[in-house]
């Protein structure tokens, strides 16, 4: 039975981790939010106990599974997605993923999240400017370090933190195109990982099709050139 994934339709946002590793892996599931519109997920979300808080959840043997990094040590303990001894050190990673991702949002709603961004635009021209500056670096260096020269962070095997460190990076090209151009040389073994996800038969296959959402300005990841720079 494929799993039911629900999320908002018409971005990728957070959704889009849980995506890119159900593809890669080539495990059954329908992207309920996208099929039946946001009405039907809010109905979801309001099924059963245990209620998850927000999207993206999985429902999956009768319950919601929430939470970026809990699904995906969900699924990779269910699916055998990386070697039991490193699951805890990936589990740790892909929080740190989803820290940066929520630094991300912040950048275009430093003030309110509820507000619109034309309406806290000078604070969040002040915010980007600290985030290209000294988070970016940061958060990838970080990264870098991590993958050690390896293929893949566990090793031998994809996992799903190098799905999510491929969105993360797709996703920062997207909203800093001109200040990834300047830094990437500085991450070579991340940004080549990157490359060799979309090698992957499954993603691949996921980036040629129409299920792959494209960036826009109503996700975590925007673009405002006023934002960005070298």
């Known amino acids: 039975m494929p799993y039911d994934l629900w999320y908002w ?14 593809e890669a892996a080539g495990l059954a599931y329908r992207d309920r939010g996208v099929e039946e519109g946001a009405e039907a ?3 979801d979300m309001r099924k059963g106990s245990r209620l998850p808080f927000a999207p993206p959840y999985l429902r999956a043997e009768g319950q919601a599974i929430a ?16 070697p ?37 635009k000078p604070e969040a021209a002040r915010a980007a400017a600290q985030f290209r500056e000294e988070r ?16 893949w962070m566990a090793g031998g095997r994809w996992s799903p933190v190098d799905t999510s460190l491929f969105q993360l990076v ?21 940004i080549a990982l990157h490359d060799r996800v979309t090698t992957l038969p499954g993603i691949a296959a996921y980036l040629d099709s129409d299920r792959r959402q494209a960036f826009n300005e109503d996700g975590i990841f925007r673009h405002y050139p006023e934002l960005d720079a070298e």
């Open 41 to 43: 997920l809010l109905a």
């Open 67 to 82: 939470q970026v990094a809990n699904i995906l040590h969900w699924l990779t303990e269910r699916h055998d997605l990386a």
């Open 84 to 120: 039991e001894a490193d699951r805890i050190w990936l589990n740790q990673l892909q929080l740190t993923i989803s820290d940066m991702a929520a630094e991300v949002h912040n950048v275009h709603h430093p003030v309110a999240m509820m507000a619109y961004y034309h309406e806290q």
């Open 136 to 151: 970016i670096p940061k958060f990838l260096g970080y990264f870098e370090d991590a993958v050690e020269g390896r293929d």
């Open 9 to 22: 339709p018409g971005l990728p946002g957070r959704g889009e981790f849980i995506r890119l590793t159900l």
């Open 170 to 190: 797709a996703g920062l090209r997207y909203m800093f195109p001109r200040r990834m151009a300047a830094v990437e040389g500085d991450y070579p073994a991340l």
